[in-house]
């Protein structure tokens, strides 16, 4: 048997064998790839807001201080709990966002303080859902693990059909007559139309479905993960460890209090970042460094999700994303802060009671200072943003760290994260992400019809049918 043979059967065989897996994944990454924007669009009655009430006097309407518009969303929906994280954006549309943990997200108009939430959720519900399947085949509970697995091994087996077709796909000679059927769609039925399709689609998907599953094995598995670090000359951070830099444990901050000093509050956290950074186009303020006490704050700076989740005692992002093998469109840094890793919504704020006071240093518990993550529109790359670290007394910056403070490593661990999602290139790259996450479910079925054609369907062979005028001159010498 020779190398192509060889080749081929791998091809083959690997595809049998993961290929459904690998549909429900490419069908949920192409449903997944602009999950933000049409969540955001779904959503539009509660995240946006009308035109501001005009003042009397006729002057720009005020908006009222964070602190304010918190405490008047806690009292009127009756929530003891204090917000995990305040989310404000730029835009004089837009609605501030209030997390509450995961229970409840509530969208407050800046001006009057009335707090929505959104009429319908279905969308927010399948995108979720899409996610689950996408993840670990909407495996539960104890079989999270099982599901993570399978997703992963199958990502990986993505990856070595996309090379071992390139292989097989690479015309013997470089003609246009050899090419045409490979590069370009044809009028054809059957075993050939299927064949055709095959070449084609797997030709101009290809490119983005190596770096899609090359960056789903860096997700997946923590020997493809550490070995992103090592190309760029550093060492891997040991499991479990934070991000590292500026603020990499609340044990490092001096928090100062000046006698008699009261807290600063949202508000005056806010002024502070919004006077460092005046061309922010959304801040996510947080009481307490990443929600832990001495954990360090998120590493939305490097886009890379695994760090934060690792260092405040959860799953890890090379768990939680694991076998991940087509693009899903990342939540921008603010919109995960604000609704937790899953951002369910519910009416289950309640029973966070008192949580939020703990974290803002009562309870004999250690001064925590505010943390936020500022994100700026022109800034490359588009998924940077910068972290804060504020003392809650003096507004006095404690720590920042931006895309240019972070390591070669960080970077392009983080850089791994964004291009699985294809927001590392913005829409265009979402857009790329989600076609070729849709010719992966063609390639799928178009490779167990070819199968299927090999190996089951009868070739009806029919005999040749000769006409009594045609017999004797089929006799002649």
Partial sequence: MNLRKTVFWLHLAAGLTAGMVIAIMSFTGAALAFENEIVAWAERDARRIGPPPAAPDGAAPARLSLDDLVARVRADQEIEAR???????AGPADAVTLAFGRDATWYANPYTGVARQPASTRVHDFMHLMEDWHRRLAMSGDNRATGRAITGACNAAFFVLAVTGLYLWWPRRWT?????????FMKLRGRARDWNWHNVVGFWSLP???????TGM???YRWASNLVWRVAGEEPPAQGAGP???????????????????????AGAFEHIAAAIPDWSQITLRE???????????????????????AAGQRPAAESLAGNATGRGERSGGERAARGERGERGQGAERRSGQGEQRAGGGGRAPQPYSATVRQDAV??????????LNPWTGETLSRSGYADQTPGRKLRGWMRQLHTGAALGWPGQLLAGLASLGGVVLVYTGFALSW????????????VVSPAAEPARQRP
């Fill in 453 to 464: 054609r090999r190996f089951f369907q009868r070739r009806k062979i029919a005999a040749p």
């Fill in 380 to 389: 490359w790359p588009p998924f940077a943003s910068t972290q804060l670290v």
């Fill in 176 to 184: 246009w007559r050899a090419l045409r059927p490979s590069v370009r």
């Fill in 218 to 220: 860096v997700i997946s």
């Fill in 208 to 214: 983005v479905l190596i770096v899609l599953t090359a």
């Fill in 83 to 89: 917000p995990t994280a305040v989310t404000v954006s």
């Fill in 244 to 266: 590292g830099g500026a603020a990499a444990s609340g044990s490092d901050l001096k928090i100062d209090r000046p006698e008699g000093a009261r807290r600063i509050g949202y």
């Fill in 288 to 310: 307490g460094l990443g929600g832990r006490r001495g954990a360090p704050p998120p590493a939305a700076a490097t886009g890379d999700s695994s760090a934060p989740a690792e």
